[in-house]
């Protein structure tokens, strides 16, 4: 279903219990329990102190996504007056409603059907055009994750509109009431505002970890409109054969609290080596600019900005790296930016809280030394 309790872990103890906004998590003889409305929001995971709650990677994945994208949804949907409404296909998903409603959809057209079970582009491609053809939103957003940027072009080819790819700024126009869709462009050197005057929806994907998720609102209710998943099995020419989980940990750099991140100004792979030691010693994920994934320090699933992650930690130490547009949007949101550099006029200067100017070969070890030293 998603989500599960590690019984060796579990204590009994009832945090999540008293966490689970939905009353779906219940302790039965010293365990918890997970009841079938469960909404996979994730709450019991966040107040679980033994590691013992399991959400799915998936499940949290596209959940956080979801959520931020409600959150500006609705922010966009209160300025034109209108309502907001999510999109929900799969099988067996209806306990998901409960969890969009309470951060903020008005409505969820609920399109179940046993072919939905897991994402396929075409059969997805063919729902999603339905519910455009006979709702006609007038704004329609999608998360800019793998399964968002496969999705969002497809289904604005089939309704003959544009799509705004990667924005991290939406808003409204006042004078018109159009989205204001604003994304990177011409190599990161500029913000670009897009609007769609002329073609409905006005369709984006929206970078995950940029916007803010919303606080849920648990007694908050709305209305399910069922879409009947008509899918004729023979336009499914794509068939899912097997599904392999990719376990390299970097994949947690963008649900990390702390990323320490490398760039050129560590000068050989043998030094960046003093990133992955304090990143352990931190319990942080390892990023790396660029040139320090081209240059093959680390692979690519580490990489922030642009063309690579976007974070948004509680805190980001940024060093060696000089802090170019393309690396700042991939982390500019991050709550504490601590920036060690030689260079006090580097860009990253700009947008760093705390700034160590001078050399990284006696900071880092130092800093390192010291945390090691208070840890033991
Ligand atoms: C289309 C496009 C997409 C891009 N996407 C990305 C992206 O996703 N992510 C990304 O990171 N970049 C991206 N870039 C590249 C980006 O423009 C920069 O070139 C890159 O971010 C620079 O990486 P850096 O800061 O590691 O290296 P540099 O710019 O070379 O900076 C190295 C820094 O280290 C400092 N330094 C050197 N020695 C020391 C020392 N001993 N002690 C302390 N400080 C020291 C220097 O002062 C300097 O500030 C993209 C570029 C383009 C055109």
Same mark, same amino acid.
């Given at each position: 279903?998603g989500i599960e309790i590690i019984l060796d872990n579990c204590t009994g103890c009832g945090l999540c219990e008293?966490a689970c906004?939905?009353?779906?998590i219940?302790v039965?003889?010293k365990k918890a329990?997970i009841?079938?409305?469960?909404?996979?929001?994730g709450a019991c995971c966040e107040a679980c102190e033994f590691e013992a709650v399991l959400l799915d990677r998936?499940v949290s994945?596209?959940?956080?996504?979801?959520?931020?994208?409600?959150?500006?949804?609705?922010?966009? $949907?209160?300025?034109? =007056?209108?309502? @907001? *409404?999510?999109? #929900?296909?799969?099988?067996?998903?209806? +306990? &998901?409603?409960?969890?969009?409603?309470?951060?903020?959809?008005?409505?969820?057209?609920?399109?179940?059907?046993?072919?939905?079970?897991?994402?396929?582009?075409?059969?997805?491609?063919?729902?999603?055009?339905?519910?455009?053809?006979?709702?006609?939103?007038?704004?329609?957003?999608?998360? $800019?994750?793998?399964? =968002?940027?496969? @999705? *969002?072009?497809? #289904?604005?080819?089939?309704?003959?509109? +544009? &799509?705004?790819?990667?924005?991290?700024?939406?808003?409204?126009?006042?004078?018109?009431?159009?989205?204001?869709?604003?994304?990177?462009?011409?190599?990161?050197?500029?913000?670009?505002?897009?609007?769609?005057?002329?073609?409905?929806?006005?369709?984006?994907?929206?970078?995950?970890?940029?916007?803010?998720?919303?606080?849920?609102?648990?007694?908050?209710?709305?209305?399910?409109?069922?879409?009947?998943?008509?899918?004729?099995?023979?336009?499914?020419?794509?068939?899912?054969?097997?599904?392999?989980?990719?376990t390299?940990t970097?994949v947690q750099?963008?649900e990390a609290d702390?990323?320490?991140?490398?760039?050129?100004?560590?000068?050989?792979?043998?030094?960046?080596?003093?990133?992955?030691?304090?990143?352990?010693?931190?319990g942080?994920g390892?990023?790396?600019?660029?040139?320090?994934?081209?240059?093959?320090?680390?692979?690519?699933?580490?990489?922030?900005?642009?063309?690579?992650?976007?974070?948004?930690?509680?805190?980001?130490?940024?060093?060696?790296?000089?802090?170019?547009?393309?690396?700042?949007?991939?982390?500019?949101?991050?709550?504490?930016?601590?920036?060690?550099?030689?260079?006090?006029?580097?860009?990253?200067?700009?947008?760093?809280?705390?700034?160590?100017?001078?050399?990284?070969?006696?900071?880092?070890?130092?800093?390192?030394?010291?945390?090691?030293?208070?840890?033991?």
């Amino acid at each position: 279903m998603g989500i599960e309790i590690i019984l060796d872990n579990c204590t009994g103890c009832g945090l999540c219990e008293t966490a689970c906004p939905f009353g779906q998590i219940e302790v039965v003889d010293k365990k918890a329990v997970i009841k079938s409305g469960c909404t996979l929001c994730g709450a019991c995971c966040e107040a679980c102190e033994f590691e013992a709650v399991l959400l799915d990677r998936l499940v949290s994945e596209l959940a956080s996504c979801v959520l931020e994208l409600l959150g500006e949804g609705r922010k966009l $949907a209160d300025k034109l =007056g209108e309502e @907001l *409404a999510a999109v #929900l296909p799969g099988h067996q998903v209806e +306990g &998901l409603c409960e969890a969009l409603f309470a951060h903020g959809a008005d409505k969820v057209y609920l399109a179940e059907h046993e072919s939905l079970e897991a994402y396929q582009t075409e059969s997805y491609t063919a729902v999603l055009t339905a519910v455009v053809s006979q709702y006609k939103p007038s704004v329609f957003l999608f998360g $800019a994750t793998t399964t =968002g940027r496969d @999705l *969002a072009p497809r #289904l604005a080819c089939r309704v003959r509109t +544009g &799509l705004t790819a990667d924005c991290t700024g939406l808003d409204i126009e006042a004078e018109t009431g159009l989205l204001l869709q604003t994304r990177p462009a011409w190599g990161g050197n500029i913000m670009a505002t897009i609007k769609t005057a002329n073609h409905r929806p006005q369709m984006a994907t929206v970078r995950p970890r940029v916007m803010k998720k919303p606080a849920s609102v648990p007694k908050r209710t709305g209305e399910i409109v069922r879409i009947p998943a008509e899918i004729n099995p023979k336009s499914i020419k794509a068939k899912r054969v097997e599904v392999i989980k990719y376990t390299d940990t970097a994949v947690q750099l963008d649900e990390a609290d702390i990323v320490v991140a490398g760039g050129r100004g560590l000068q050989t792979p043998e030094n960046f080596k003093m990133i992955e030691e304090l990143a352990e010693l931190l319990g942080a994920g390892v990023g790396a600019s660029r040139p320090a994934v081209d240059l093959g320090w680390k692979p690519h699933p580490h990489q922030v900005g642009q063309t690579g992650k976007t974070v948004g930690p509680k805190v980001y130490i940024a060093c060696g790296i000089s802090g170019a547009v393309q690396h700042r949007v991939g982390m500019e949101t991050s709550e504490i930016i601590v920036a060690i550099n030689k260079d006090p006029d580097a860009p990253i200067m700009r947008t760093a809280d705390y700034a160590a100017v001078g050399d990284l070969f006696q900071i880092l070890p130092a800093l390192i030394k010291e945390i090691s030293s208070r840890k033991k």
